[in-house]
């Protein structure tokens, strides 16, 4: 017995969660669970399917690991740290959230043992399964960015972000208090889940100075992108260039913040082009979007992920390119599609259809093209809707030009997608909207 198992069996002797407890089914030890299908994660795509296989297989034949008490909307998070919607409102119990009638471990994976179709998770359970399913997430990495972490965690250091519950309202308190000076926004040199988002709070301050505090004139608004492009499709990259010369918003791109001061509330930039050349820039709000990446027990399974630690999946039909009876979903895969909720949804439906292909030893036939959606926020009552594919070509659903900010679209994305969220998508029921658009564009795409 090597010391791991002294460990994990050690443990499982003290063990018994409360989820556990009133999810588990059967009279098995805590320490060694066997299930049809496993669900590595209980987030957006995590829920999303593990809903969908117990829709159709029904109990006890799912079990997801997911550690968290709390399930986040994030896409709420915009609006949140514009003080347009509450905190409260973006979460639910994780138990209210995941399948009734899946057996929730609330515990993470600690090691992926692929051959031997079995997970050991944090708290030294081990999970065999016949079919898994992974979908982690992306991790923030705040404690990649030299004193990053110590400015959000001071409540008077104006830098704040969007992209944890932790910082979220921060965004909003550091906006309100705010009289003037130089407001800098980030995005950061790595995969971004919801990769609009970074403007989109942008945008929100913006009109929160133009429109609401009426001050617009005393801030200065930069946005200093690493990547090379305001967004990676040229429709909607038109649209937002035409909108920051409209709103006299600075930006420059190919620029990566490496640290950030607090004392002197200074944040460092660098020229991803020409790495010698770094900026020192004075903030009086500092907006970052943190480095993201693989979760923890991602980057130490090299043989379920590429050398970055994402999931090797077949891009469309997120079947693993090693093992068969592994799927991956959401935005810890290699596939190389925008990390995006709607993106996860279209996934969850080729997924849901792959695995019953499998299951009856037919062929793989339903195809993921990439679809994502970002619904980008460019103000209180206007919104661009991006949908595109894998080639970046749009892939719209209404019958009108979505790089137009309408009204229509800010709803949709503040009231609608909520309630389609928390009512259709995580009970499993949402494959994205490509039946809407086939009803609005019937001879576009067939
Ligand atoms: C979508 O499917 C989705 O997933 C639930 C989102 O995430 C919250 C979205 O923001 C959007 C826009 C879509 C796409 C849906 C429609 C109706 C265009």
Redesign the pocket.
Same mark, same amino acid.
């Given at each position: 017995m090597n010391m791991n198992s002294v460990l994990r069996v050690f443990k499982s002797k003290r063990y018994s969660s409360p989820a556990l407890r009133q999810f588990s089914m059967s009279s098995t030890r805590y320490d060694n669970h066997s299930c049809k299908f496993l669900v590595i994660g209980g987030g957006t795509a995590g829920c999303a399917i593990s809903s969908k296989i117990s829709n159709s297989y029904g109990s006890d034949g799912v079990i997801v690991l997911e550690p968290n008490n709390l399930h986040y909307y994030q896409?709420l998070f915009t609006l949140i740290g514009a003080g347009i919607k509450k905190l409260d409102s973006s979460h639910k119990e994780m138990k209210s959230v995941l399948p009734k009638k899946a057996k929730w471990i609330k515990d993470s994976v600690a090691v992926f043992e692929p051959e031997a179709n079995k997970v050991t998770s944090n708290e030294g359970h081990t999970i065999n399964y016949e079919y898994m399913i992974i979908s982690t997430g992306l991790q923030l990495n705040f404690n990649a960015i030299p004193g990053l972490e110590e400015a959000l965690n001071d409540d008077d250091s104006k830098v704040c972000s969007i992209y944890s519950p932790k910082y979220v309202t921060k965004t909003w308190t550091s906006m309100k208090d705010l009289n003037g000076g130089n407001l800098i926004f980030t995005y950061p040199n790595s995969p971004v889940k919801c990769p609009g988002a970074p403007q989109k709070i942008m945008y929100l301050a913006e009109d929160y100075f133009r429109n609401i505090a009426k001050n617009r004139n005393d801030v200065n608004i930069t946005y200093n992108s690493s990547l090379g492009v305001i967004f990676g499709v040229k429709k909607y990259a038109d649209a937002l260039w035409k909108i920051v010369k409209k709103r006299d918003i600075n930006v420059n791109l190919r620029r990566n913040l490496i640290e950030v001061k607090p004392d002197t509330s200074e944040a460092v930039f660098q020229n991803l082009d020409n790495l010698d050349e770094k900026f020192t820039v004075k903030y009086d709000l500092l907006h970052v979007t943190p480095p993201m990446g693989p979760s923890k027990a991602l980057l130490n399974a090299k043989s379920v992920t590429n050398a970055s630690g994402f999931v090797e999946v077949n891009k469309s039909t997120m079947q693993h390119v090693k093992f068969p009876n592994i799927f991956a979903l959401g935005d810890c895969t290699d596939s190389p599609n925008s990390k995006?909720?709607?993106a996860?949804?279209a996934q969850s439906c080729v997924v849901e259809k792959n695995l019953k292909s499998l299951l009856n030893k037919k062929s793989l036939d339903a195809v993921y093209d990439g679809y994502a959606?970002?619904?980008l926020v460019t103000s209180r009552n206007r919104c661009v809707?991006a949908?595109f594919d894998y080639s970046l070509n749009p892939m719209e659903?209404?019958p009108f030009n979505q790089a137009k900010e309408r009204l229509s679209m800010y709803i #949709?994305?503040k009231d609608a #997608?909520p309630l389609?969220?928390w009512n259709v #998508?995580t009970k499993g029921y949402?494959n994205?909207?490509e039946i #809407?658009r086939k009803i609005f564009n019937p001879f576009k795409f067939n």
């Open positions: 896409p995006t909720a709607a996860a949804a959606s970002c619904p809707l949908e659903t209404f #949709m994305k #997608m389609l969220y #998508m949402w994205g909207p #809407m």
